[in-house]
């Protein structure tokens, strides 16, 4: 799976990429993330990517033309499934989803930076907008990283324990249940005893029935 971040500030996608599951995902042949930046591909003398909103107010605007050139160019060299606006007014971003994005093949991300990116390119390529939650952050840079970080760990041979993108959160409708490792007894703090009884059925019987009971608590809305 091949992701296209489009980006103003290419420099703050590079860490995230570069570490633990990620990193190994792009290194095993499984997913590919190029950033472009988008300064590369505005056609003006000072490689400037924003202007002035029409109809007045305050914050700048991305033009449309770099990212239109931008994006003509990749859709020149392969077919993409998704044009997605990483943007605070567009559905909020959940397993489901992420689910959904990764069985795709090529994605195109774009960040926005500044007041937004002009309506047409939205109108124009745009086919999904993705929101990481009630807030507004800079820009979409982090939000991006967000998104691919969600999306690459489900992509089936990128976990080194497959089963484990399966029992996380929010994959059942439902949150984890509690975790532990050594030692078994921590100044009197101990871990359940059925963890330690090498029954596998109890054990996944336990973590069920805590999982249920932590979702209830917690996020009674998933269960509805
Ligand atoms: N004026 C816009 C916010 C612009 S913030 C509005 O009110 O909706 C600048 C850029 O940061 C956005 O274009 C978007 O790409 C990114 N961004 C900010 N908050 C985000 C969020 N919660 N989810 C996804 N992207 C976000």
Not at 21 to 26: D, N
Not at 134 to 142: A, H, I, M, P, R
Not at 200 to 208: G, M, T, V
Request: hydrophobic residues 40%.
């Amino acid at each position: 799976m091949r992701f296209d971040i489009i980006s103003v500030l290419p420099g703050l996608l590079e860490s995230p990429f570069a570490h633990s599951i990620l990193q190994r995902a792009q290194k095993k042949g499984i997913s590919e993330i190029v950033v472009h930046n988008l300064r590369d591909y505005a056609n003006n003398k000072h490689k400037n990517v924003d202007d002035y909103p029409y109809g007045g107010g305050s914050g700048m605007v991305m033009a449309i033309q770099p990212f239109a050139s931008c994006i003509e160019k990749l859709k020149s060299e392969r077919e993409y499934d998704e044009v997605i606006f990483m943007s605070p007014d567009g559905e909020t971003l959940n397993q489901g989803i992420a689910n959904q994005l990764s069985i795709k093949k090529n994605i195109i991300v774009l960040c926005g930076h500044y007041k937004g990116i002009d309506q047409r390119i939205r109108d124009m390529y745009v086919t999904r907008e993705i929101s990481i939650g009630d807030y507004v952050l800079s820009g979409g840079e982090l939000p991006a990283a967000i998104l691919v970080d969600a999306v690459v760990r489900l992509i089936p041979g990128v976990l080194s324990d497959e089963t484990s993108a399966l029992s996380d959160s929010f994959q059942d409708d439902m949150l984890d249940a509690p975790i532990y490792t050594r030692p078994a007894d921590w100044n009197g703090h101990k871990v359940p005893d059925v963890l330690l009884s090498g029954n596998a059925a109890e054990i996944e019987k336990w973590r069920f029935e805590q999982a249920l009971e932590r979702t209830k608590q917690r996020r009674p809305d998933l269960l509805e």
